[in-house]
T-cell receptor, first 116, second 110 residues
Framework: GAVVSQHPSRVICKSGTSVKIECRSLDFQATTMFWYRQFPKQSLMLMATSNEGSKATYEQGVEKDKFLINHASLTLSTLTVTSAHPEDSSFYIC????????????FGPGTRLTVT | QKEVEQNSGPLSVPEGAIASLNCTYS??????FFWYRQYSGKSPELIMF????GDKEDGRFTAQLNKASQYVSLLIRDSQPSDSATYLCAVRDSWGKFQFGAGTQVVVTP
């Protein structure tokens, strides 16, 4: 299957600071990447869909000015959590679409963010 | 009504038995269906996908799709303790959007 990496795997930051998470498709080009958040013992929550070279599409209730998404190339998308607060502490997971014609989603290993 | 519904479990299965997981979806125009496995604290891992009505087998896993009934299932044969995880059903709906179920927790007991 296709390989998706994420960096960092864990990050601890102070309240009010910004954190950038990178998502890379290693062995394929991903025109579409997805960003999810998952709180403990809860299901995946789609935050936004990112298309290469265009603005991300955010799900209802997700603040686009707080969660900045950039998809500058076919293999890299970044999520920046700006002015992080403790309630932003969560498991952030990216995925990339691959395969034709009904592409599958392959997930990165996730980034555990803790805001102190 | 949720787009994709799964029984949350936990589904307790004796080692060596068959685990049967069910999933229903609401969008009749959905085209592709996926099963992911998620271990605690890890991200989901794709284990099966199916597009056509009927069965699809891959090793110990069998996915079954019935579009008329809007139903997709996953069978795990010869269940092992390492199969203990949460299994997520995902559907790509007629808009091309992925919809995930909340997941079914499977516990395989030795």
């Amino acid at each position: 299957g296709a390989v998706v990496s994420q960096h960092p795997s864990r990050v601890i930051c102070k309240s009010g600071t910004s954190v950038k998470i990178e998502c890379r498709s290693l062995d394929f080009q991903a025109t579409t990447m997805f960003w999810y958040r998952q709180f403990p013992k809860q299901s995946l929550m789609l935050m936004a869909t990112s298309n290469e070279g265009s603005k991300a599409t955010y799900e209802q209730g997700v603040e686009k000015d707080k969660f900045l998404i950039n998809h500058a190339s076919l293999t890299l998308s970044t999520l920046t959590v700006t002015s992080a607060h403790p309630e932003d502490s969560s498991f952030y997971i990216c995925s990339a679409g691959a395969g034709r014609p009904f592409y599958e989603q392959y997930f990165g290993p996730g980034t555990r963010l803790t805001v102190t | 009504q949720k787009e994709v519904e799964q029984n949350s479990g936990p589904l307790s299965v004796p080692e060596g038995a068959i685990a049967s997981l069910n999933c229903t979806y609401s969008d009749r125009g959905s085209q592709s269906f996926f099963w992911y496995r998620q271990y605690s604290g890890k991200s989901p891992e794709l284990i099966m996908f199916i597009y056509s009505n009927g069965d699809k087998e891959d090793g110990r896993f069998t996915a079954q799709l019935n579009k008329a009934s809007q139903y997709v299932s996953l069978l795990i044969r010869d269940s092992q303790p390492s199969d203990s995880a949460t299994y997520l059903c995902a559907v790509r709906d007629s808009w091309g959007k992925f919809q995930f179920g909340a997941g079914t927790q499977v516990v395989v007991t030795p």
